[in-house]
C-alpha cells in the first residue's frame, strides 16, 4: 500500500507545501527548508517552531489515515485526510523521519523506511525510533528549541535520479522556492504575517497574483459574499495591467511560476492556503473554457472554509476543487465579465477605453458583426483618417480603393498565429518607437487641425488625446506648437 502511494502525483514543490501546511496548524511562526546535495545521498529537511509533539501524538501523526477526513476540524486546520505528512514525504522518499518535541517533554523521534519493510520477511509494519545511522546531526537543531518538529526526507529517489545533477537540484530549489511564494503569498505578505518561510536561509517572499493596489490595474471588483450549506463562499474579480503599463521587472513577476495563460483564471483558497492556481474550474457554456492568450488577464480570488472540502471535492493533494452544481451559474456570471474586461484590456494593449473626462478614445479600427461574421474596417471617424479624406478632392475614389483593399487583406490568421505562437500581441501604437518618430506624425495632424480646419491650439491637443494611440503620448500632446 505504501509503494502505491507513492504515485499520487505529487511534485516535490507540492509535498513541501504540504508538510509545510502541518507546520501552520501546529502555530508555527517559522519554517526552515533546507536541501542538502549530496548525489544519491541528497536529503531535505523542514524544521518549524510549532508547538511540537510528544511520543504519543507523534506516532498517531505517523500512522497512516489518523484522522477521519468526516471529523470537524477546527476552523485554521489546513489539513484533511490524516495522510498529507506521509503521502507527500513517500512520493518524494523512501524513508521519512520526524522528530518532534512539545514543550516540557523529551524529543520524540520515528522513522519509517520503506526499503525495510520491503526486506522484511514477516510483512510487520515497521516504524523505528530514531533516526538512522550517519542521521543524527540533522534534528540535532531540535535539542536547543523549546518546541518544533524536523521532517526529514532521505533516500530520495524519486528526486535524484540516474544522470541528475547538482544543478538539477538547484533547479528544483527554485522551483520550490516559486511554488511556495504562491501557496502561501497571503500567509507571508505584510508586516505582521502570520509565518516565514526560508529555503537554505533565504527568506522566500510572497507572490501576489492579484498585483493589489498597482496604479495601472483597469479592474478589481468589491468582495461578493454567497452563503451555502458548507460555509461562506467570497470571491473577488481582478483584472491586471497590459503589459505596455508595466516594468520589464514587473511583467515578469506577474507571470507566476507557470506563466501569464497558465495562471489565468480562479484561485481558490482554504485559509488563506492556496489550492488551486488558475483555470475555470470547469466553467463555460456548452464546453468547459480553455486558458486563451486573450483572457490571461483575468484572476479571480475565491475564498471556500475548510468545512466545504466534501462539496468542493478537495482532493488529497489539495491541488483540486470542482464547484457544486448549486454554485456554477453565480461564479459563471462573475467569471464571464471579468474574462470580457480582460479581453478588451488584451485587445487594446492596456489603452483606457474612456479617454480623460469620460470622453471616448477615437480609435482606428472598429469591428463589423454581422449575419455572416465580423469584418474589421478603417473608422473614417479618426481624426488622421477624416483629415486625408477631407483633402482627397479627385483622388478621394482611389484613397476609398486603397482603404478597402487595406481592409480585405488584414491578415487576420497571421496575427492569430504569432500572437498564439509568441504569447503576446504583435507591437502596435507606437511601441518602441522613438519621441521623435511619434512627433512627426503628430505635428502632421495639428498642423492640418489648426491650420486648414481652424481648431484652437487646445481644442486640437483635446481632441489627439482623446485619439488613438495618442492618448498614451500626453507629454508629446502637450509639446506640440
Known amino acids: 500500500?505504501?509503494?502505491?502511494?507513492?504515485?499520487?502525483?505529487?511534485?516535490?514543490?507540492?509535498?513541501?507545501?504540504?508538510?509545510?501546511?502541518?507546520?501552520?496548524?501546529?502555530?508555527?511562526?517559522?519554517?526552515?527548508?533546507?536541501?542538502?546535495?549530496?548525489?544519491?545521498?541528497s536529503r531535505v529537511s523542514v524544521t518549524d517552531d510549532g508547538r511540537g509533539m510528544d511520543d504519543a501524538e507523534l506516532e498517531n501523526a505517523m500512522t497512516l489515515g489518523d484522522k477521519s477526513p468526516l471529523d470537524d476540524r477546527d476552523a485554521s486546520d489546513l489539513g484533511r485526510f490524516g495522510m498529507g505528512l506521509k503521502t507527500a514525504s513517500f512520493?518524494?522518499?523512501?524513508?521519512?523521519?520526524?522528530?518532534?518535541?512539545?514543550?516540557?517533554?523529551?524529543?520524540?523521534?520515528?522513522?519509517?523506511?520503506?526499503?525495510?519493510?520491503?526486506?522484511?520477511?514477516?510483512?510487520?509494519?515497521?516504524?523505528?525510533?530514531?533516526?538512522?545511522?550517519?542521521?543524527?546531526?540533522?534534528?540535532?537543531?531540535?535539542?536547543?528549541?523549546p518546541h518544533g518538529t524536523v521532517v526529514l526526507w532521505e533516500t530520495m529517489d524519486r528526486v535524484v535520479t540516474q544522470a541528475y545533477t547538482v544543478d538539477d537540484f538547484n533547479e528544483m530549489i527554485d522551483r520550490v522556492e516559486a511554488h511556495l511564494a504562491m501557496i502561501f503569498h497571503r500567509l507571508l505578505q505584510g508586516p505582521r504575517a502570520n509565518i516565514k518561510i526560508f529555503i537554505n536561509g533565504r527568506p522566500v517572499l510572497p507572490w501576489d497574483p492579484f498585483m493589489v493596489g498597482h496604479v495601472a490595474k483597469p479592474f478589481n471588483s468589491p468582495v461578493e459574499s454567497k452563503v451555502t450549506e458548507a460555509g461562506i463562499i467570497e470571491l473577488e474579480c481582478h483584472v491586471l495591467p497590459h503589459k505596455d503599463r508595466l516594468t520589464p521587472a514587473e511583467f515578469e513577476s506577474g507571470a507566476g511560476p507557470e506563466g501569464w495563460t497558465a495562471q489565468q483564471g480562479f484561485y481558490v483558497y482554504r485559509n488563506k492556503r492556496l489550492l488551486v492556481a488558475g483555470g475555470w474550474l470547469g466553467l463555460g457554456h456548452g464546453r468547459a473554457w480553455n486558458r486563451d492568450e486573450a483572457i490571461r488577464l483575468a484572476r479571480i480570488r475565491l475564498d471556500i472554509p475548510n468545512t466545504a472540502d466534501a462539496a468542493w471535492k478537495i482532493d488529497i493533494r489539495k491541488?483540486?476543487?470542482?464547484?457544486?452544481?448549486?454554485?456554477?451559474?453565480?461564479?459563471?456570471?462573475?467569471?464571464?465579465?471579468?474574462?470580457s474586461r480582460a479581453r478588451r484590456v488584451f485587445a487594446f494593449r492596456g489603452s483606457p477605453m474612456p479617454g480623460a473626462g469620460g470622453a471616448a478614445i477615437e480609435q482606428a479600427w472598429r469591428v463589423d458583426h454581422t449575419a455572416n461574421g465580423s469584418r474589421y474596417r478603417i473608422d473614417d471617424r479618426h481624426p488622421a483618417i477624416?483629415?486625408?479624406?477631407?483633402?482627397?478632392?479627385?483622388?478621394?475614389?482611389?484613397?476609398n480603393a486603397m482603404i478597402r483593399v487595406i481592409e480585405e487583406t488584414v491578415p487576420v490568421q497571421r496575427i492569430w498565429l504569432d500572437t498564439a505562437e509568441n504569447k503576446e500581441?504583435?507591437?502596435?501604437?507606437?511601441?518602441?518607437?522613438?519621441?521623435?518618430?511619434?512627433m512627426g506624425v503628430l505635428k502632421t495632424?495639428?498642423?492640418?487641425?489648426?491650420?486648414?480646419?481652424?481648431?484652437?491650439?487646445?481644442?486640437?491637443?483635446?481632441?489627439?488625446?482623446?485619439?488613438e494611440p495618442f492618448q498614451n503620448f500626453p507629454a508629446l500632446v502637450a509639446g506640440l506648437h
Not at 470542482?322 to 456554477?328: A, D, F, G, K, M
Request: proline share 6%; hydrophobic share 40%; net charge negative.
Open 1 to 41: 500500500m505504501l509503494e502505491a502511494l507513492r504515485g499520487l502525483g505529487y511534485s516535490t514543490a507540492a509535498a513541501l507545501a504540504d508538510i509545510i501546511d502541518n507546520s501552520i496548524s501546529a502555530d508555527a511562526t517559522e519554517v526552515r527548508v533546507d536541501c542538502h546535495w549530496n548525489e544519491s545521498q
Open 425 to 438: 500581441t504583435p507591437r502596435t501604437g507606437f511601441a518602441g518607437e522613438p519621441p521623435e518618430a511619434i
Open 386 to 399: 477624416k483629415a486625408v479624406l477631407e483633402n482627397a478632392g479627385g483622388q478621394l475614389p482611389m484613397i
Open 91 to 145: 512520493s518524494q522518499c523512501r524513508r521519512l523521519t520526524v522528530a518532534s518535541k512539545a514543550e516540557g517533554t523529551p524529543l520524540a523521534c520515528l522513522r519509517w523506511d520503506l526499503d525495510a519493510l520491503a526486506e522484511n520477511p514477516d510483512g510487520d509494519w515497521l516504524l523505528y525510533e530514531g533516526t538512522a545511522q550517519g542521521s543524527e546531526v540533522f534534528i540535532d537543531k531540535l535539542a536547543v528549541m
Open 445 to 467: 495632424l495639428y498642423q492640418d487641425m489648426v491650420g486648414r480646419r481652424g481648431l484652437s491650439p487646445e481644442a486640437a491637443k483635446r481632441m489627439l488625446l482623446s485619439t
Open 319 to 339: 491541488s483540486t476543487a470542482r464547484p457544486p452544481v448549486s454554485l456554477r451559474p453565480w461564479l459563471t456570471k462573475y467569471a464571464e465579465d471579468t474574462r
